[in-house]
């Protein structure tokens, strides 16, 4: 049977994917995508060889992914011929590693070099003696390399590989001279499993005809009547579905995800499994995930005996049996844990025995001194070093069997303790990382769909770049084939003509003024400046290109006189500062005859509310600029449906910026205190569907305004919208510093703060921010105000579930959880919700679609 390719195993942040079957396996390709060295240098130069150099300064020691040490690059030393694979670029992990995606570049040299492969193959080799050619699942044998000499191309290994050697060799259709830099991603094999020998896998015949195929299709062993010395579908991380005509894969056969056995093909009743692994272990227990469709005649196996071997000795007689009580009731996948009492072996001879007419296995792991579970969020810096083998830890003394028993007992523990401290640092850590991401340091991604690769683009332009992590160990985040996300596009926000910049308010430009590129999609990914502003938070993020905007003149507000300031009550607090509620006299000469402030009128001198952001005087130079640039960017927002910046405090300290404030406060706590009925009465505070939707129209319009200056807010809720008289709704950033909205946010370490129920999968999972994300954040304050903020989103779901949640919409293989339509939400409005939510980001409609289905369905009321 041919081979066939699935898709690339998609990458989550660890912990936070689950592989979604009966149970896991030892390990989890998903999570173990770690860079194994060449880039960080942990792999040292005399661990690097390579078939031949150009010179010294293209040795294979240079051979590493992104460095430009020495020439560049390794090169051999003569150009490649076709279907000459004589030269190679080789590493030594120094112990056996679960490898599933590779990179490779070119050589750039600083724009010197111009060599790179176009297409490679891969060797690999467990003990550094038997060479294996690797394959995908069509048999295929050579990848697609580079284009170029400076992107870096992943790709990713399926099957993943299991190796400790691994070759990279330059395949050309024509004489040139290539180069290479490449980087190995994966995790230490803590198995230790080295070969399974076992019977080559069935066909099942069902009675429709359909014919499934139950061999092992990725054995890179000998395989005839009996598979010997390799490994396969087994340990491939990929456990099958409860139904095993039916598989996880794309476009393979029934039965892909199972090697299975009939009955009546063997001579006791049983298959024989033998298992080599690198050196003598204290094994405590064997995992198998096999199927029990009993209703095809598969279950089971009822019984398991296991002999065990030590070097190149005799299997001992004595077996550890076990007999187990089988299910009739439920018919689906699961692993079955077979204990094997600390005994000491390198090899294990298993029998499984049937209980029924046929007996499918999907994988096998085992559970040693060494091995716990491979799975864990952050590998060891270096190999495992291998115990020595105690031939006292035999001697049948039963105080000794207790003893050794209660230590291992104890062992584990402490190891289950420590790896659950570092699950939880891990992914909090990288919760954090997203919350700060700066996009223009951030790598572009293009995809290309039939070579299922993914190209990086480093932006080497970014004089100064965060590392983001000290680790060993950093994840890397290529996303699958079916994720397309567009390159990035970099806008300037709309000039301003000669004259405005200091007319003050009244010469703002309005939103039809701006000189906004056509045809950049909604979508496009800015080069951000992040703001924290008083809350320390990040609200709006603005286009890099706009700091001449900032650089130049002061911002064209006036300085307000602090007197007229009465302070009402504080609204909230943040990291840098406060907001407090002002009342305000003399403040309508600061607004400007274009612009309607609310509660104010313009022919008396009657005091009216304002939001005041105030910066503590004690805060850092850092705080102190990024108030500044607030003030600066949000002297540029000028919409009817945007709160605005009215006047400023910065000849002394405190620094602060006066905005608008309305009558009723934010929309999350005036919807909760409305009950849903015709327009409301005078003394009966109801809402009907056309005034949420006029209110859901407004929060879009404003919306549109701040996307079409490639503004992304980040954190659009309803409790960043204010309202006014007459349901007008103004969007604000005061959310995140207030107490009141404390339980809206996921807290990292007691620092970083995310709106994860409203944040996309991209921005959780990826830490990206776009309008498109933006878009997300708007389906959920739709879906808030239709319920009239009667619950929190996803309130069934702990913080955990939701970010588990994400991981489902980013698989999209119909697990995830969305909110539940709305009472008061017609059907036509509740498909708009569900197309915010779609997981590619081109799908999602623009904010400008948004306002015009709104404004639609308004008319055909």
Known sequence: MPATPRPAL????????????????????????????????????????????????????YGRLDSEDGDGAWCPEIPVEPDDLKEFLQIDLRALHFITLVGTQGRHAG?????????????????????????????????????????????????????????????????MNVCLRVELYGCVWLDGLVSYNAPAGQQLVLPGGTVI????????????????????????????????????????????DYVGWRNESTAGGYVEITFEFDRIRNFTAMKVHCNNMFAKGVKIFKEVQCYFRADASEWEPSAVSSVLVLDDVNPSARFVTVPLLHRMASAIKCQYYFADAWMMFSEITFQSDAAMYNNSVAPPEVPVVPTTYDPTLKVDDSNTRILIGCLVAIIFILVAIIVIILWRQFWQKMLEKASRRMLDDEMTVSLSLPSESSMFNHNRSSSSSEQ????????????????????????????F???????????????????????????????????????GGNTYSVPALTMDLLSGKDVAVEEFPRKLLTFKEKLGEGQFGEVHLCEVEGMEKFTGKDFALEGLDASSNSPVLVA????????????????????????????????????????????????????????????????????????????????????????????????????????????????????????????????????????????AVLPIRWMSWESILLGKFTTASDVWAFGVTLWETFTLCREQPYSQLSDEQVIENTGEFFRDQGRQTYLPQPALCPDSVYKLMLSCWRRDTKDRPSFQDIHRLLQESASEE
């Open 111 to 175: 724009g010197h070099g111009n060599e790179f492969a176009p297409m490679y193959k891969i060797n690999y080799s467990r003990d550094g003696t038997r060479w294996i050619s690797w394959r995908n699942r069509h048999g295929k044998q050579v990848l697609d390399g580079n284009t170029n000499p400076y992107d870096i191309v992943l790709k990713d290994l399926e099957p993943p590989l299991i190796a400790r050697f691994v070759r990279f060799i330059p395949v050309t259709d024509h004489s």
């Open 468 to 495: 983001e992590s000290s680790s060993t160990y950093d994840r890397i985040f290529p996303l699958g084939p079916d994720y397309q996300e567009p390159s990035r596009l970099i806008r300037k926000l709309p000039e």
């Open 612 to 751: 005041v952001k105030m910066l503590r005087a004690d805060a850092n130079k850092n705080a102190r600029n990024d108030f500044l640039k607030e003030i600066k960017i949000m002297s540029r927002l000028k919409d009817p449906n945007i709160i605005r910046l009215l006047a400023v405090c910065i000849t002394d300290d405190p620094l602060c910026m006066i905005t608008e404030y309305m009558e009723n406060g934010d929309l999350n706590q005036f919807l909760s205190r409305q009950q849903a009925g015709s327009p409301p009465a005078a003394h009966t505070p109801t809402v009907s569907y056309s005034d949420l939707r006029f209110m859901a129209t407004q929060i879009a319009s404003g919306m549109k305004y701040l996307s079409s200056l490639n503004f992304v807010h980040r954190d659009l809720a309803t409790r960043n919208c204010l309202v006014g008289k007459q349901y007008t709704i103004k969007i604000a950033d005061f959310g995140m510093s207030r107490n009141l909205y404390s339980g809206d946010y996921y807290r990292i370490q007691g620092r």
């Open 10 to 61: 998609l990458l989550l942040l660890p912990l936070l994917l689950r592989i979604p079957r009966a149970g896991r396996a030892q390990v989890n390709p998903a999570v173990c995508r770690y860079p194994l060295g060449m880039s960080g240098g942990h792999i040292p130069d005399e661990d690097i060889s390579a078939s031949s150099q150009w010179s010294e300064s293209t040795a294979a020691k």
């Open 213 to 256: 195929y139950l061999n092992d299709s990725v054995y890179d062993g000998a395989f005839g009547y009996s598979m010997t010395e390799g490994l396969g579908q087994l340990t491939d991380g990929v456990s099958g579905l409860d139904d095993f005509t039916q598989t996880h894969e794309y476009h393979v056969w029934p039965g892909y």
């Open 497 to 535: 003509p000669p004259g405005e910049e200091d007319t003050g308010c009244s010469g703002a430009v309005k939103p039809s003024q701006a000189s906004v590129p056509e045809g950049v999609p909604h979508y496009a990914e800015a080069d951000i400046v992040n703001l924290q502003g008083v809350t």
